[in-house]
């Protein structure tokens, strides 16, 4: 396989030890984290492809933990899980688990099954580390889903007014000219570009603003262009 990193999080040295033993065989580099909130440290500072989670652990539990690496990243979770705790497989499943192996664990199903979520994440091209979620006084745009939220609600926008406002976001609370706006979303040199981006503006406020008139977010800088309020 490829040179993958393989974060191990349990409460107990001697399983990590032997994980780590399994994983390195298949040239796998691991990490280790002894509960969910030194995982979530490490997380942060380094690139992960496949986490493998303990439920039972003190301070931050299994459960806890995928629920917030959910929140933040798509990367593959297995669930190391003992054989009383059903209950908990389930809920983590059903919270963004990927998979799960019951303790003891047999090291060939560990690896088979590592193996099989690095291969269905990394080459069908589904990884995607982080989140890129950008959220400005709520209003929320998210970059891998193309999802915009706005005052708690969902918010449809056409492609062109997405990439508008994902720039303005990207760079807030940078001022952006008309010039600048069309060149850098259309992709072409801009010519008379004030209509055309002007219109796109105006539906995106209607979408995004409680009151279009007075906009919360994306405001003019008369003579200048526009930008989103920070």
């Known amino acids: 396989m490829d040179q993958y990193t393989v974060l191990v999080v349990d409460d107990e040295k ?36 496949l986490v493998l989670m303990d439920i039972m652990m003190p301070r931050q539990d299994g459960i806890n933990t995928t629920f917030k690496i959910r929140e933040e990243m798509n990367i593959p979770i297995i669930m190391l899980t003992a054989k009383s705790e059903d209950t908990d ?23 088979a099954r590592v193996k099989s979520q690095l291969r269905r994440y990394m080459k069908l091209g589904v990884y995607q580390g982080m989140k ?16 915009v939220i706005a005052n708690g609600e969902p918010v449809r926008l056409t492609s062109t007014e997405y ?31 004030e209509n055309t981006v002007a219109v796109h503006i105006r539906r995106i406020r209607e979408k995004i603003e409680i009151n279009p008139k007075e906009p919360r977010y994306l405001k003019v800088v008369w003579g200048i262009g526009y930008k989103i309020e920070k």
């Open 132 to 147: 890129r979620v950008i959220d400005i006084n709520g209003l929320i745009l998210n970059q891998d889903t193309k999802e």
């Open 14 to 49: 001697e399983i990590r030890d032997a994980i780590e033993i399994y994983l390195r065989n298949e040239g796998i580099t691991v990490l280790h984290a002894k509960d969910g909130i030194e995982a979530m440290e490490i997380l942060k500072e380094k690139e992960v492809h």
């Open 89 to 111: 497989k389930v809920l983590g499943l059903q919270i963004g688990a990927d998979d799960y192996v019951t303790k003891p664990f047999n090291p060939i199903e560990l690896i």
């Open 163 to 193: 990439k508008i406002l994902e720039l303005l976001m990207l760079n807030a609370p940078k001022v952006y000219s008309i010039d600048e706006i069309y060149e850098k979303v259309w992709n072409e040199p801009s010519y008379n570009p």
